[in-house]
């Protein structure tokens, strides 16, 4: 399996493509380290796992507290080493122009979509840059690549997770340490269904969507799942700084 005897730390796994992403791991045969913000939801997840394949612990973990972060992280690397990080927290917002949206909105976002993401970089580096190895996987959105509207806060966000990644994958690279982005397009799952919930009609809005992709369907948790697999794998052991657009053809159409 792709990823024997990997362990596996996945930030917002308790449901959506977090718990996605820790069953696909489990599969595959890391262990498997499952965090949330909402305990029960990240319990959920591990009790999910196949028993054969169940290798897995959850933890409770708000990724905008730094302190907590590398606490957890430590507690991980000294206890069962520290192999990959998926940082795959991350919250959205409900459609709105710019000038609409709340600060107090607007700084939840960011802290838990930026910050969520540098606190668990600032903490797995410097392990895995003293052990010569790791892969970190960052979960961005195709609203980083081609920005939303009325979702500016998000797109800022995720725009920035993407540079983010370049820029600490160009830093770590010597060190031996791997560091890229997926960016989900509409996914089946999470705030992709919150989205279409604002909505007066959400089926109609769905609708919508569906057909403004080449493929003409949204994307599956476990599509995306499948792609962070192989990025947090020796199997991309030479791509480092990539930031995978994962939309069904969305960009292009």
């Not at 069953?23 to 054969?52: H, N, P």
């Amino acid at each position: 399996m792709r990823l024997d005897d990997k362990t596996v730390f996945i930030t917002g796994a308790g449901g959506g493509i977090g718990s996605e992403t820790a069953r696909k791991c489990a599969e595959m045969g890391a262990r498997v380290i499952v965090t949330d913000i909402d305990s029960a939801a990240a319990e959920r997840t591990v009790e999910s796992l196949d028993e054969a394949e169940n290798d897995a612990v959850y933890h409770t973990l708000d990724v905008t507290n730094v302190d907590q972060f590398h606490d957890l992280v430590t507690a991980t690397a000294n206890e069962y080493g520290l192999d990959v990080l998926v940082n795959n927290a991350g919250i959205g917002h409900p459609s709105a122009k710019i000038e609409e949206i709340d600060e107090d909105v607007r700084d939840l976002v960011v802290s838990v979509n930026i910050n969520g993401v540098w606190n668990g970089c600032h903490a797995a580096l410097p392990i895995m840059k003293s052990q010569g190895y790791g892969s970190i996987v960052n979960v961005a959105s195709l609203a980083g690549v081609i920005g939303l509207p009325s979702q500016a806060v998000y797109s800022l966000t995720k725009g920035a997770v993407i540079n983010f990644t370049r820029a600490v994958a160009a830093e770590s690279g010597p060190s031996g340490v791997r560091i890229n982005a997926v960016c989900p397009g509409f996914i089946d799952a999470g705030i992709g269904k919150q989205f279409f919930e604002t909505h007066d009609d959400p089926a109609a809005a769905r609708k919508r969507m569906e057909a403004q992709y080449p493929l003409k369907r949204l994307g599956n948790p476990d599509e995306v799942a499948a792609a962070i697999c192989f990025l947090a794998s020796d199997e991309a052991s030479y791509i480092t700084g990539h930031d995978l657009i994962i939309d069904g053809g969305y960009s292009i159409s």
